[in-house]
């Protein structure tokens, strides 16, 4: 596997950013001092902050959520992808 996919999920209130088990379990087995997340939860308001805040807000979700340094997901991956959870669609691809 070249990426890592991250589901994208809105609803009224916040974004949801989650990992399949199957996902979290091959995360586990490349890392195994690993501890993925099965998701992060940003309220809009908060989202809204983040993008003022920080050059990206996605760069800091998915090693919170993966639960792996960028430097060490390099060795064994090419990239991040966060995947619309309704279209099926990538909506942001992170290059490792």
Same mark, same amino acid.
């Given at each position: 596997?070249?990426?890592?996919?991250?589901?994208?999920?809105?609803?009224?209130?916040?974004?949801?950013?989650?990992?399949?088990?199957?996902?979290?379990?091959?995360?586990?087995?490349?890392? #195994?001092?690993? @501890?993925?997340?099965?998701?992060?939860?940003?309220?809009? =308001? *908060? &989202?809204?902050? %983040?993008?003022?805040?920080?050059?990206? #807000?996605?760069? @800091?979700?998915?090693?919170?959520?993966?639960?792996?340094? =960028? *430097? &060490?997901?390099? %060795?064994?991956?090419?990239?991040?992808?966060?995947?619309?959870?309704?279209?099926?669609?990538?909506?942001?691809?992170?290059?490792?």
């Amino acid at each position: 596997m070249t990426a890592i996919q991250i589901n994208v999920s809105r609803n009224f209130d916040g974004i949801t950013y989650s990992l399949l088990p199957s996902i979290r379990e091959m995360i586990r087995k490349l890392y #195994p001092k690993s @501890h993925p997340a099965s998701r992060v939860f940003v309220a809009y =308001d *908060k &989202d809204i902050d %983040l993008q003022h805040t920080l050059n990206e #807000p996605l760069n @800091h979700i998915y090693p919170t959520l993966i639960g792996v340094p =960028d *430097k &060490d997901l390099a %060795l064994n991956l090419q990239a991040v992808e966060f995947v619309d959870s309704d279209t099926g669609k990538v909506l942001k691809k992170v290059e490792l």
